[in-house]
């Protein structure tokens, strides 16, 4: 006892069935696109308030930076420390990054104004060098 489906209900099928299925595939193939690009746009969110909070750490810090260069003593310090300026008397020696290999060697700048302080410092050596050597003996 089988059923026999007749030609008109297998048309019908056909004429309705196969339009009904390309809707419903349109349909899924929408959803799915827009679910991606909610998730491609809620990754972009993410990454963009990371980016503002950094931003808006930097700003905080620079914030700070105009503050402190309100100072005068602030600022001859800086000035010192960054563009190598010195007082009568100091001598400013630079040391050059150490994460850069080639570049291990010491750079010495040294503004003269009381040269008496090299020789003394020279002659201290020289003080030291004698004693523990007459010490030897």
């Known amino acids: ?13 056909i004429v309705f069935g196969i339009p009904c299925l390309i809707v ?4 899924i193939f929408q959803l799915m696109f827009y679910v991606y690009k909610i998730y491609d746009l809620k990754s972009e969110e993410h990454k963009l308030n990371n980016q503002l909070n950094e ?13 402190k260069l309100h100072d005068p003593d602030y600022i001859a310090r800086y000035a010192r420390e960054t563009y190598s300026y010195s007082k009568n008397g100091e001598y400013i020696i630079k040391l050059k990054d150490k994460t850069k290999k080639n570049q291990e060697e010491f750079n010495i700048d040294i503004n003269i104004d009381y040269p008496y302080l090299i020789l003394g ?5 020289i003080i030291i060098i004698l004693i523990s ?5």
């Open 55 to 67: 931003e808006k750490f930097k700003e905080k810090e620079l914030r700070t930076e105009i503050d």
């Open 1 to 13: 006892m089988s059923k026999r489906i007749p030609k008109k209900s297998k048309k019908r099928l």
């Open 133 to 137: 050597s007459k010490k030897k003996d």
């Open 24 to 27: 419903i595939l349109y349909f």
């Open 121 to 125: 410092g020279t002659g201290l050596f």
